[in-house]
């Protein structure tokens, strides 16, 4: 389906063809349910919120400017969503001394690479909550920065600030777990 | 860590796959809200002369009420300390019924939130 085939099912569905949204939905169902999935980490409440955004973008279709994308729009519209929504429930973060390694053997190649990308991930959930959003939105959108700005509709340049601020929360908050093993070997 | 560390780890996330019952269960939404009567919006142009009256009230009251006040603190001195200042501004209140505006006022917004509430379909 393309951005002329979304347009096509907006106005059927703005002409009162209610069913047409479907397609709608069938496009973009795997996109929201990840993005939401990134900003809460739990599988049924990524539906949750992805079933509303949808229905919010159904109530709001003719608010829809065409001068920007259907994707972009959606996107932005989801992202609001999303973020009012875990400020209203936020999620339950672990810090990160809890996280123990998953092996208690010495840790060597994959697995030492397998638990720092745990340790960033979980990382990125104990991060403020503006930082947080853009970290996430510019992953999501492959490192594209005016489309993380879209969606979190702020100006490309809080973005790049909060982005590298994020980066350097990140960096100290793990700074001393990811030295650890070099510690441990060494001893 | 290096920007370009960040960069490998945070993008290779894991996909998932959304619920095969997932596309019906927004679908069955969807025609819910498409069934159920539109929203009744809130009548601006019937409620704006009534607020607009409520607001020149509003501002007539505060007016007689500084007016009132600077009649007295004039009549008695202007007040030494605080406290005094604080009597003279109670004084003032309770001339003008201020309790009882204030208490009229939180009652109107609260019946105006409650059938806004009603109206709008939420519990």
């Known amino acids: 389906m393309s951005a002329a085939e979304d347009r096509a099912a907006v106005d059927k569905v703005l002409a009162g063809d209610t069913s047409a949204f479907e397609h709608v939905v069938r496009r973009w169902q795997r996109p929201l349910v990840n993005l939401a999935y990134r900003f809460c980490r739990d599988r049924g409440r990524a539906e949750e919120m992805a079933q509303e955004a949808f229905l919010r973008a159904y109530r709001s279709l003719a608010r829809w400017r065409r001068e920007a994308a259907f994707s972009t729009w959606l996107f932005a519209l989801a992202t609001n969503l999303y973020c009012s929504e875990l400020r209203r429930i936020p999620v339950t973060t672990v810090g990160l001394d809890s996280i123990e390694p998953r092996d208690s053997r010495p840790i060597d190649g994959a697995l030492a690479d397998e638990d720092r990308d745990r340790a960033v991930r979980r990382a990125v959930f104990t991060l403020p909550q503006k930082y947080r959003e853009a970290l996430i939105l510019f992953y999501f959108h492959d490192m594209d920065i005016p489309s993380a700005a879209h969606s979190l509709a702020l100006p490309e340049g809080t973005v790049k600030a909060r982005l590298s601020r994020g980066r350097e929360m990140l960096r100290s908050k793990l700074s001393h777990r990811l030295i650890a093993p070099v510690l441990r070997k060494e001893a | ?123």
């Open chain 2, 1 to 123: 860590m290096r920007n370009d560390d960040f960069d490998r780890i945070l993008s290779k996330e894991q996909e998932i796959i959304p619920s095969s019952g997932f596309v019906s269960s927004v679908m069955n939404a969807v025609q819910r809200e498409a069934a159920a009567p539109p929203v009744i919006p809130f009548p601006w142009k019937r409620a704006l002369p009534g607020l607009a009256a409520a607001g020149l009230a509003m501002a007539g009251i505060f007016v007689a009420g500084v007016m009132l006040f600077v009649e007295r603190s004039g009549a008695q001195q202007a007040p030494a300390t605080l406290s005094s200042a604080f009597a003279s501004v109670f004084e003032v209140w309770k001339t003008v019924g201020a309790s009882w505006i204030a208490l009229a006022l939180a009652l109107s917004f609260a019946s105006v939130k409650v059938s806004m509430r009603f109206a709008s379909g939420k519990k």
